[in-house]
């Protein structure tokens, strides 16, 4: 056994973002269509209307999916899919603070952009990112970026302290 867990690693939070997303679109096209038929104003076209609106906002909400494995991590978004190999990163860029995107790109060419609140709050999630990120520099591929993850990892022992301080009642 390689010690690494059998299924992907994803965000423990995404089915409840998944759920509010899904719960505001339909409470808007309830709303909406409600409002129009109250008025006597409800027709096909705007029902249409208004349907395609909550969808347009449940695709606003609906947060990226973040999985990552031994040597991978991929965000899935509502129309596509971007993938690095954590292995071979060249790069990780972060304009900005602590809560600006993360730009990850590797040695293959691929790129992708994630939320580091994803990885503050999914532990496993930073751990594959920081262990994939380890081999890229011992192998020499990762050129810049380091002390963005060095930075994002004291973030993230700072937070995960503090959650454990509060649980314990310690805080």
């Known amino acids: 056994m390689n010690g690494s867990p059998p299924h992907p690693t994803g965000d423990r939070h995404w089915r409840d973002s998944a759920r509010f997303a899904t719960g505001c679109a339909l409470v808007l096209c309830g709303m909406t269509l409600l409002v129009d038929w109250d008025a006597g104003t409800l027709t096909p ?7 395609s609106l909550s969808a347009m906002a449940f695709a606003v909400l609906l947060p990226s999916r973040v999985t ?6 991929t965000v899935r978004g509502p129309v596509r899919r971007r993938m690095v190999c954590t292995d071979a990163l060249v790069a990780v860029l972060q304009y900005g603070d602590v809560t600006s995107p993360l730009v990850l790109r590797d040695a293959y060419g691929h790129r992708l952009e994630l939320d580091p609140r994803v990885l503050i709050a999914n532990p496993l999630l930073w751990h594959e990112l920081d262990t994939g990120a380890h081999r890229s520099r011992e192998r020499g591929s990762l050129c810049q970026g380091g002390d963005v993850l060095r930075q994002l990892g004291r973030h993230i022992d700072d937070e995960t302290t ?8 310690l805080c």
């Not at 503090?162 to 009642?169: E, F, K, M």
């Open 45 to 51: 076209p705007r029902t249409a209307l208004w349907c």
């Open 68 to 73: 990552a494995d031994n040597g991978w991590l």
């Open 162 to 169: 503090q959650a454990v301080l509060r649980v314990s009642g």
